[in-house]
């Protein structure tokens, strides 16, 4: 399970800037190596509380893949820089998608990388499910 603060509850001002550089890299059982990351986030707005909402920034290192897997919530999710393909749909800066909860989808990074962000109406306690390789549910940071 993905958790990421600062927390706070939705009856407060939340602020934050998504330029700033206080990212965390994501590593797993099969890349322990923080140096090595691909993957690296950061917690814009993380309301604990069920009426609340995420915001989180998301960059991917050129040519990343992130295999086919689903969440236990809906995002909306908004390209910043770079590109990013699911299937053969090119997503570039100011474009996004929509995923309903418990859909499966993968994501290839294009070679410049990719910066986005990950909107959803509930906490980052986010479950992944990885759909395609049994090992990497073992592996899963999430």
């Given at each position: 399970m993905?958790?990421a603060g600062?927390?706070s509850?939705?009856d407060r001002?939340?602020?934050f800037?998504v330029?700033?550089m206080?990212?965390?890299?994501v590593?797993?059982a099969?890349?322990?190596?923080?140096a090595?990351a691909?993957t690296?986030?950061?917690?814009l707005v993380?309301?604990?509380?069920?009426?609340?909402f995420s915001l989180?920034?998301?960059?991917?290192?050129?040519?990343?893949?992130?295999?086919r897997h689903s969440h236990?919530?809906?995002?909306?999710?908004?390209?910043l820089e770079g590109?990013?393909y699911?299937?053969n749909r090119?997503?570039?800066?100011?474009?996004?998608?929509y995923?309903p909860?418990?859909?499966?989808?993968s994501?290839q990074?294009?070679?410049e990388?990719?910066?986005?962000?990950?909107?959803r109406h509930?906490?980052l306690?986010?479950?992944?499910v990885w759909?395609?390789d049994p090992?990497?549910?073992?592996?899963?940071?999430?």
């Amino acid at each position: 399970m993905q958790s990421a603060g600062p927390t706070s509850t939705s009856d407060r001002w939340s602020f934050f800037d998504v330029d700033a550089m206080d990212e965390t890299p994501v590593i797993t059982a099969d890349q322990p190596d923080p140096a090595a990351a691909s993957t690296f986030l950061k917690a814009l707005v993380n309301h604990t509380d069920a009426e609340g909402f995420s915001l989180q920034r998301v960059r991917y290192a050129p040519g990343a893949y992130v295999p086919r897997h689903s969440h236990d919530v809906a995002q909306v999710v908004m390209i910043l820089e770079g590109a990013a393909y699911l299937g053969n749909r090119r997503f570039g800066p100011g474009q996004g998608y929509y995923t309903p909860a418990g859909k499966g989808y993968s994501v290839q990074v294009g070679e410049e990388g990719v910066t986005l962000i990950e909107f959803r109406h509930s906490p980052l306690t986010i479950e992944t499910v990885w759909l395609d390789d049994p090992k990497l549910a073992a592996a899963s940071p999430d």
